[in-house]
């Protein structure tokens, strides 16, 4: 299971991601939908360790990522 908790980023003043929290249960299919500009791409690299979080977390099958 991929679970976030909390999850910001900001960019200097502009807030990116604002506190989005979730959790995708193994063999979900999950869809990841917002218009341009809504923070999709920027929370991927959050789960993916690619960004670091201004502040939440994220664990994938329980480990921190």
Same mark, same amino acid.
């Given at each position: @299971?991929?679970?976030?908790v +909390? &999850?910001?980023? %900001?960019? =200097?003043?502009k !807030?990116? #991601?604002d506190? &989005? $929290?979730?959790q #995708? %249960? *193994? =063999?979900a #299919? !999950?869809?990841? &939908?917002g *218009?341009n +500009? $809504?923070?999709?791409? !920027?929370?991927?690299r @959050?789960i993916l +360790? &690619?960004? %670091?979080?201004?502040? =939440?977390? #994220?664990t994938i099958g329980?480990? *921190?990522?």
């Open positions: @299971m991929i679970e976030a +909390g &999850l910001t980023k %900001r960019y =200097g003043a !807030t990116a #991601v506190d &989005l $929290s979730f #995708v %249960r *193994p =063999g #299919v !999950t869809g990841f &939908l *218009p +500009g $809504s923070g999709k791409s !920027t929370t991927m @959050m +360790g &690619l960004d %670091r979080p201004t502040a =939440g977390h #994220v329980g480990h *921190p990522y």
